[in-house]
């Protein structure tokens, strides 16, 4: 994995189409984009048409240029990328792996420690603070297998 667009390929294999799962606090999605993020990208047609490149342009501009991802190593870059797209405490995870002051703040102290953690042990540690966060929450019961799944592939792309 070099660049965006394998990461987004990637993403892309943990997301799937369209989805509506009553469960799902997020709602309508498509390509794991949910209808309030599509419309406040000023998409304006059914979910279920979201063409695949507005996913892409949503998810360079929303997920990956605020975190700076292209400066890390792919590797890194792709964790931090999917868990910001698939939603949780991404900065606090990012400092709590690379060993940086835990604010939840983005800054240029958390990308330093970030560049400067080995991308291995990286990897193991914000994967496990992911699946910490996504077992405390009250759609793990539905949502669970699928998510063991994504983070079980997920840490065979960082181990790649």
């Known amino acids: 994995m070099n660049s965006f667009d394998d990461a987004f390929k990637a993403l892309i294999g943990n997301e799937g189409g369209y989805s509506f799962h009553p469960a799902d606090p997020g709602g309508e999605t498509m390509w794991g984009v949910t209808a309030r ?6 998409y304006a047609g059914a979910m279920k048409d979201l063409p695949l490149e507005t996913a892409m342009q949503i998810a360079k ?14 590797r890194v870059a792709f964790q931090i990328f999917d868990a910001n797209y698939n939603g949780g405490l991404v900065v606090l995870w990012m400092q709590k792996a690379s060993g940086a002051h835990e604010d939840g703040k983005f800054g240029p102290d958390t990308m330093a420690a970030v560049k400067s953690a080995d991308p291995m042990k990286f990897i193991l540690r914000f994967v496990a603070y992911r699946l910490r966060y996504l077992r405390n929450l009250h759609t793990w019961p539905t949502f669970s297998r699928g998510w063991t799944d994504r983070m079980a592939t997920n840490l065979l792309l960082g181990a790649a």
Do not use: I, S, T
């Open 37 to 42: 993020v599509a419309r406040n990208f000023g």
């Open 61 to 74: 501009q929303k997920y990956w240029d605020p975190l700076h991802l292209d400066e890390l190593d792919p």
